[in-house]
């Protein structure tokens, strides 16, 4: 229920709320489609990296809180195979939240859903996954206590996630945000992940995919060069 129903929940909640408030004009959303076709491949998104970001974190800080990461420092797992471990939760989670979020959407005909190109949905649903996973694993071997995990989602992920064009057109915003937009990984994330439902993008879709697939392999990199010094695990 906490892991993968309460998401869910909130997500058609932001989906509801947003429709009823912001007007229903398609004019400049790309291609011109629908508010709410536009819309909800963008919260789905932000559902699938919210929960992804959440599996590996609360793992790790809860274990470090309450002293017992020793549980799956002393098995023979190798750097690789925990980071495989605690990467593969982070998938699972955000795919199946990403899932009944579609599903729901779906059934409630909230917004008309229909996959234009699966090879977006099925490449940015796991490299988004991969990605908030491994910024996960980082901060919660960094952290100390939970405040410092706070810090993290309220001072980095929270704004990059806000102004990632969820919510709006990233044109709306005019020079130099709209070319500072296109550095954000969640912007490229989530525009390449609408384009897979309605056959439209804002961004270079190739540039897009390349960009999140060097730096989500970075991140998984340094996730498992943690696990391979020990640092804040084994002190």
Request: charged letters at 5%.
């Amino acid at each position: 229920m906490q892991t993968l129903f309460a998401p869910v929940v909130s997500t058609m909640l932001m989906l509801f709320v947003f429709k009823l408030a912001l007007p229903a004009s398609s004019a400049s959303n790309p291609g011109g489609v629908a508010f709410s076709s536009f819309l909800a491949p963008g919260v789905v998104m932000m559902a699938i990296l919210n929960n992804a970001f959440a599996n590996t974190s609360s793992s790790l800080i809860i274990a470090k809180v309450q002293g017992n990461a020793v549980d799956f420092l002393m098995p023979p797992l190798s750097p690789i195979e925990l980071t495989i471990g605690f990467l593969s939760g982070a998938v699972t989670r955000g795919l199946l939240v990403g899932a009944v979020t579609f599903a729901a959407i779906f059934a409630l005909q909230v917004a008309p859903f229909h996959i234009a190109q699966l090879w977006a949905v099925a490449y940015y649903s796991l490299i988004a996954s991969l990605f908030m996973g491994a910024i996960g694993v980082l901060g919660g071997i960094w952290a100390d206590k939970f405040d410092h995990m706070a810090a993290v989602q309220n001072f980095v992920i929270m704004p990059l996630t806000m102004l990632s064009g969820t919510f709006y057109p990233i044109s709306r915003m005019g020079e130099p945000f709209v070319t500072i937009s296109h550095f954000n990984p969640f912007f490229q994330m989530i525009d390449g992940f609408r384009y897979g439902f309605t056959g439209h993008h804002e961004g270079n879709l190739l540039m897009g995919a390349l960009y999140t697939f060097g730096l989500t392999l970075a991140l998984c990199t340094a996730c498992w060069a943690l696990f391979r010094s020990g640092y804040k695990l084994k002190a």
